[in-house]
């Protein structure tokens, strides 16, 4: 036995006299399973992945667990990676080290108070978005958040990516939504922030954990808001349009008169091809969904429908609304659609499919778009692979939008190989083009381990705040080692 397994076998030894024995998983399937998420998919279904297996997976049942494994940790520098939902898509959950312990969350899973008259419902933080979701719709409430992941997707990996739902245009992202948490400090320091409407007591501290991607603290419980729901209102719009230009126009419209549908979105007619090929006429589709009281659905509805008459040029025409409503229904992703994409990778697939989320103010994400499309179709040299290149903004606010890029491809080359020759340069493309033209290279999916290397690109002057909260809580460095944070040691697996 070398003295790495030694090691090893230590540490589980350890970890099992701090939580019990049936809270530690040391099985090989369990551990590869661990190693990486859905960003290095194909390899990780092919089983090639080159990066070390972690020690063991942990499920800790409350705070004070959580907090005793932290401190062991951070006492003997062992990578920590906590995880939720497993559907991380940047790397967030792969291991870049020898020793590291995965701190799983889902056994935390109560949802410990719904409080309809203040408005809030508050969890621990493995309750997934699906679970509350059904409570709140049982007594006429949402969360209102709705990632493509919610049936999976648990609170505590939605708070620390700062995730966003399809329905954001109304109700914003997870931390619009976010009234107060418990999280661990690698010290084993527990914080709780109080749960009040609003406050000026300096600094607004659940930024600090909303978005820290596991790498600062290790989140435990979260309160959110809550609101009223009126399904029975819900009205749907969609448009073929001709150019991206045209439909962010008409989103723009709409936003800046103050109007709030829940949905806004424009599709490119590649991507639209995926999504409405029954309809979409080789043309852009402009989706809208206005909900909430009848009144405002109606004067949401009369805003959509001024604002589509004043870009009519542009407009090819409009498309029965229940072709929308029906393509709703049935958009969210369960663990059976994520386990069946990767057995069909293990069985036959040699073609993958990825996306890059990007922001930008009105008159720069189009900008982005055609540079980008323009770019890859030009400069890529593997453009001949791509089955499909194109995207959609799904994400609007009163100064600007979001450009969901999406490029599929088919893979002509070794599985190990795959992420240097196909995904990594059309990503540098995406992420170049927006930071030269002053986007964010990350609208909600997080930085992860692969878009690493440019977040001082991403944040310039003001990373200096991001790597002071890192020395300030992390001064070890063990927490989700080369997340955010670049590092030297990831070269190897980025490139
Ligand atoms: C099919 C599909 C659709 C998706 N659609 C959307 C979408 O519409 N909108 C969107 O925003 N995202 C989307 N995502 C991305 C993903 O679902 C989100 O990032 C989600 O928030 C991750 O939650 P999770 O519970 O699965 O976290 P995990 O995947 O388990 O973890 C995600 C990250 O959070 C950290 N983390 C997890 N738990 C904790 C904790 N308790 N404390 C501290 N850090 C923690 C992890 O270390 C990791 O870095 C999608 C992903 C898939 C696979």
Known sequence: MNSDTLVKEAIVADVK?????DQVVTDYEALYDASSDRYRKYAKAKRVLDNPIPTAVVYPKNAEEVKELLM????????????????ATEGGLENWKDLALVIDGSKM????????????ATVEAGVRLQDLEDELRKIGYTTGHSPQSKPVAQYGGLVSTRSIGQFSTLYGGIEDMVVGLECVFPNGHISRIKNVSRRAGGPDIRHIVIGNEGTLCYITEVTVKIFKHYPDNNKFFGYLVNDVETGIKVLREVITNGYRPSVARTYSPEDARQHFYHFYEDKCVLIFMAEGPEGIVEATGKGIEEAVEKFKDGVYKQVDSQLIANWFNQLNWTQ???DDEVQGMIDNDKHD???TEVSADWETITKIYNNVIDRIRNEYPRAKDLTMLGGHSS???INGTNMYFVYNYDINC????????YHHPIQAIIVEETLKLGGSMCHHHGIGKYRNEWTKQEHQSAYYMLETLKEAFDP???????NIYPVQEGYKYQK
Request: no cysteine; charged share 25%.
């Open 353 to 355: 499919g990825y996306t």
């Open 395 to 397: 994400h609007s606010y």
């Open 414 to 421: 070794e599985p190990e190989d795959e992420m240097r020759i």
């Open 476 to 482: 070890k460095g063990i927490m989700n080692y080369g």
């Open 109 to 120: 899973n109560k949802i410990i108070k719904i409080d309809p008259y203040n408005m809030q």
């Open 336 to 338: 059976q659609t994520i």
């Open 17 to 21: 006299k701090i939580v019990s024995e």
């Open 72 to 87: 062991y940790a951070n006492e003997n520098g062992i990578n920590v990676i906590p995880r939720s939902g497993k559907t």
